[in-house]
């Protein structure tokens, strides 16, 4: 780089950069730990309110979404520099001293994607510093939230919480409260973990189960990944009834995935909340998912009885039309039921198998005749 003059040259910089950060466990000398330090406080790249890669010749850093300030990050010379420290103090855990001051500089660097770089460092002093580390989270956050709600930012609030929670509460209060959606989003989420996990913001997580979509749909995406444990279930289960009938569509699409788990379908507990889904608009948007999950049970169906019975109830009555497949099979897991039911002492059931089919003749559900002529045979 000396030699040819290239040193102050943005892509040769951020060259530079990559190629440290790429190999971080080399034994750089002091003089090139020296350049990299330098470029983290001092290089021109990024410019204020300058991106090297946008969606919008038009945009400026105060305009864009977190994604595209989280792949400017990468290629800025500050932020590749912020990431190739973070990577050397990795893998040498005594340079922190060394290091320190630059990354002072970049979590309170002007360019809000230096700052969601540095977040990579600041990881990094969690298991040397914690309290330099979320000193240093809060000020990189502190005045743009959309460095707080970034893929590197966001999943530290759960190392910072609850030992934390004074510094870094009012950052999560500002995300849920923001005025950008995607940040609102975040912060709804966050709000939600706090609340379950530790009490916390129990004034700010009731505003955002009433609040706008983004925060709706946050409290509901948090909702649905914890519902499968057994610890939560049951506040995430009265969550969720609140979402299943929700105005916005965007809100009730949250809900999908609740039932991969297949344990949750057969567990006692959940039947009224699973009756309560059935019914539910959310079930009328997609009841794919839950069907799948239903004819994928191994076993006897007599455990789901219920389930089966709701479910063929909806379709009788108002989805035959909208889903001609999913009927099918939704006639086809009545059809396993019945046998489940055959040769023991499951007479109720039979006979619900029964007047079920009666109820799908009467609402014109063509599969149910095939089916009758299985049950004949």
Known sequence: MEKYGADGEQDT???????????????????????????ARNHPDPEPGKLNIHSDSDENSDEVTVDVLFVNAAYCVRGAAAIAISRLLWKHNDRLEQVRSSIESLVSDPHPAVRMAAIEAIKVVFNIDKDLAVSWFCKACRDDLRVAASPRAFPLFNYIAPSHIDQVGPVIQHMAASSLDEVAFMGAQQVTARWLFDCFFENEFATCCQGIVP??????????????????????????????????????????????????????????????????????????????????????????AEAVFTVCERFSMALQEKNHLMTLEVSSILLRLYESAQGGQKIQITDRCLDTWDLLFENRVEMAMGLTRNIEQ
């Open 215 to 304: 925060q709706r749909k946050g409290v509901a995406r948090v909702a649905t990944a914890l519902l499968h444990n057994k610890k939560y279930s049951p506040q995430c289960q009265q969550i969720l009834c609140k979402f299943m009938n929700d105005p916005d569509k965007e809100v009730r699409d949250e809900l999908r995935g609740m039932f991969r788990n297949q344990n949750l379908i057969i567990d006692t507990e959940c039947t009224a909340f699973i009756k309560a889904y059935i019914e539910s608009l959310a079930f009328a948007d997609d009841p794919n998912h839950f069907v799948w999950s239903l004819r994928d049970l191994t076993g006897s169906l007599i455990p789901v």
């Open 13 to 39: 910089a951020l060259s530079f950069c990559q190629l440290v950060g790429e190999r971080a466990d080399e034994s750089w000398s002091d003089k090139s730990i020296s350049k990299l330090l330098h470029y």
